[in-house]
T-cell receptor
């Protein structure tokens, strides 16, 4: 059981380049999330998908787009990378069951540097 | 709006001593509260959560947390620290009374726990 798998693990981009971070989960979870982690800022939610076919903005969506390709996969796209998007990106997933206090499970992270 | 605060950037404890990592929260309704741990260059791992019931919650690796509604706190504790507990710890909150796009889990800024031998 791989859990949440995200690729690539490391990436260096030039300003203005585009790229897509891929994420897949094998836990049959309905909800998926993209967070970014910056020193002293904790984790900030970029976008999330409560269920297949839906996506919503989080705290810091500007400069990003997402696609919920199917129940397993949730990708994050940077259309025109900027140095401010240098960060560690985490994909996560959870059950949709609102009343059970669903636990979020995280991938191992993607280190992105924009030069 | 819901929020969570971890007032200490770093906590230093000697091995064998008790440890506490502080967390306070703000929600309009009842909270779901979580603690996660992050080891270097890894993703976050779930430690424990409070949903309802007993205010003292036990989790992985000997950690526990106490929910205090009057103080809106959910401090993480361990009776005897190990060097291997050294990591970054995150508190998170979810407002149970809200649904849909308003029911996101919000994370604190993290506390770095350092256990010296």
């Amino acid at each position: 059981n791989a859990g949440v798998t995200q690729t690539p693990k490391f990436q260096v981009l030039k300003t203005g380049q585009s790229m897509t971070l891929q994420c897949a989960q094998d836990m049959n979870h309905n909800s998926m999330y993209w967070y970014r982690q910056d020193p002293g800022m904790g984790l900030r939610l970029i976008y999330y998908s409560a269920s297949e076919g839906t996506t919503d903005k989080g705290e810091v969506p500007n400069g990003y787009n997402v696609s919920r390709l199917n129940k397993r996969e949730f990708s994050l796209r940077l259309e025109s990378a900027a140095p401010s998007q240098t960060s560690v990106y985490f994909c996560a997933s959870s059950d949709l069951d609102f009343y059970s206090g669903n636990t979020i499970y995280f991938g191992e992270g993607s280190w992105l540097t924009v030069v | 709006a819901q929020s969570v605060a971890q007032p200490e950037d770093q906590v230093n404890v000697a091995e064998g001593n008790p440890l506490t990592v502080k967390c306070t929260y703000s929600v309009s309704g009842n909270p779901y509260l979580f603690w996660y741990v992050q080891y270097p260059n890894r993703g976050l791992q779930f430690l424990l959560k409070y949903i309802t019931g007993d205010n003292l919650v036990k989790g992985s690796y000997g950690f526990e947390a106490e929910f205090n509604k009057s103080q809106t706190s959910f401090h993480l504790k361990k009776p005897s620290a190990l060097v291997s507990d050294s990591a970054l710890y995150f508190c998170a909150v979810r407002d149970v009374s809200r649904s849909g796009s308003a029911s996101k889990i919000i994370f604190g800024s993290g506390t770095r726990l350092s256990i010296r031998p």
